[in-house]
């Protein structure tokens, strides 16, 4: 089992930045991806940004060059930076943890309960 705790969500204006947190607890296995999403209202659960186990990023053509992930290791903890937030940033925001094992098959896939993120114009 493995527990995924988002924080860091909030009500800020367009421009301004946030800094989301993911604390992780549990069964995490020394290769995993971790990951954020987001869900808007009335829209589909979409990949924000991967962080892979070898240290690969990927982020959303619409968060290029605004939003940073990465982690702590030591603490295990994800976060992920957003500077000059736009409305349309406004979502429920996820974490994402995918084990695999010494073979490189996925043996789970853990998730946070959200954090709300609101931008107004």
């Known amino acids: 089992q493995v527990q995924l705790v988002e924080s860091g969500g909030g009500l800020v204006r367009a421009g301004e930045s946030l800094k989301l947190s993911c604390a992780a607890s549990?069964?995490?296995?020394?290769?995993?991806?971790m990951a954020w999403y987001r869900q808007a209202p009335g829209k589909q659960r979409e990949s924000v940004a991967l962080?892979?186990?070898?240290?690969?990023?990927t982020y959303a053509d619409s968060v290029k060059g605004r939003f940073t992930i990465y982690r702590d290791n030591g603490k295990n903890m994800l976060y992920l930076q957003m500077n000059s937030l736009l409305p349309e940033d406004t979502a429920v925001y996820y974490c994402?943890?995918?084990?695999?094992?010494?073979?490189?098959?996925?043996?789970?896939?853990?998730w946070g309960q959200g954090t709300q993120v609101t931008v107004s114009s």
């Open positions: 962080l892979a186990s070898g240290g690969t990023t």
């Open positions: 994402n943890l995918v084990n695999y094992n010494y073979l490189g098959v996925r043996t789970g896939v853990w």
């Open positions: 549990g069964s995490i296995f020394s290769r995993n991806d």
